[in-house]
């Protein structure tokens, strides 16, 4: 196992590791930084629950080997907030009652800010093909769209709905 120097910025702090660059990003997070709102579930990239953020896109960390962060910005759930306040995704999620189980909830949340980066006034229709492949299986699915909409709208500065 060769290990290399990887630096990138991780929520906000510039960040060097020296490690196998082969190691799944998800695996990283959650071993090496204790960052365990990231969630492994299907390990293939398919349900969302690995979602963070690279560079301003929503990623599946599960299907992303850390040697291809090099030079990177990366965003979890727990840099998604500052310490004094939640996000307003992650307050329109509480608020929406967006959650049941909580499971999949940071990988929602954080590919619900992908899209709002991209996208900061999503219409419903955008939001459900957002978020189209990231699996929930409590049913909390018209509750989510309802959170991400009011928290687009407060992210731009509008009132909230």
């Known amino acids: 196992m060769k290990e290399e120097s990887i630096q990138f910025t991780l929520n906000g702090k510039k960040t060097e590791i ?4 082969t190691l799944t990003l998800l695996w990283v997070l959650r071993d090496q930084f204790g960052l365990t709102g ?12 690995c979602t963070i953020i690279i560079n301003n896109e929503a990623v599946r960390s599960c299907a992303m080997k850390v040697g291809e962060i090099s030079g990177s910005e990366i965003i979890t759930i727990e840099g998604l907030s500052n310490k004094e ?8 999620f509480v608020e929406k009652d967006a959650l049941q189980c909580g499971f999949c ?7 619900a800010y992908g899209l709002l980066l991209n ?11 957002g978020m189209e492949d990231n699996l929930c299986r409590c049913g909390a699915h ?18 909230k709905s």
């Open 38 to 49: 990231t969630k492994y579930s299907c390990g293939s990239g398919y349900c969302g629950a």
């Open 18 to 21: 020296t490690i196998d660059p």
């Open 119 to 129: 996208n900061p006034e999503p219409t419903r229709e955008e939001i459900i093909e």
């Open 142 to 159: 018209i509750r989510i769209i309802e959170a991400i909409q009011a928290a687009g709208q407060e992210m731009k500065g509008g009132k």
């Open 105 to 111: 909830t940071p990988g929602m949340i954080m590919n």
């Open 85 to 92: 306040k939640l996000h307003p995704l992650q307050k329109a």
